[in-house]
């Protein structure tokens, strides 16, 4: 098993930034593609990012490249998602998820889950 404790959720205006950090644990965290995911209300959860497991490979959907950036350090056992420029439909509870399989993978078959932040962009 591994528990995944998501962080740094808040409101902040349209044009502002935040960082949502993600710790791990329970399992030897490097083992694991890391990705994170939202869900807005009256809406599916998404895909956001993912990174593999040593952090060389990162998969953005289009969405949120060159706004957001996925990065990891594997002695704290936490991934981050460090968000700019954020826009009123960022507005969501932002998941981090975990995979066994690759930094493609965790879009579609993560095995865990954290409980989710909420982040809440005014305009």
Do not use: H
């Not at 949120?64 to 936490?78: H, L, P, W």
């Amino acid at each position: 098993q591994v528990q995944l404790v998501e962080s740094g959720g808040g409101l902040v205006q349209a044009g502002g930034f935040l960082r949502l950090s993600c710790v791990a644990s329970g399992r030897t965290f490097n083992n694991y593609a890391m990705g994170w995911f939202r869900q807005a209300p009256g809406q599916e959860r998404e895909f956001v990012v993912s990174i593999s497991y040593r952090g060389f490979s990162t998969y953005y959907t289009e969405f949120v490249k060159g706004r957001f950036t996925i990065s990891r350090d594997n002695a704290k056992n936490t991934v981050y998602l460090q968000m700019n420029s954020l826009k009123p439909e960022d507005t969501a509870v932002y998941y981090c998820a975990a995979t066994t399989g690759g930094v493609v993978e965790v879009k579609s078959n993560p095995d865990y889950w954290g409980q989710g932040t909420q982040v809440t962009v005014s305009s």
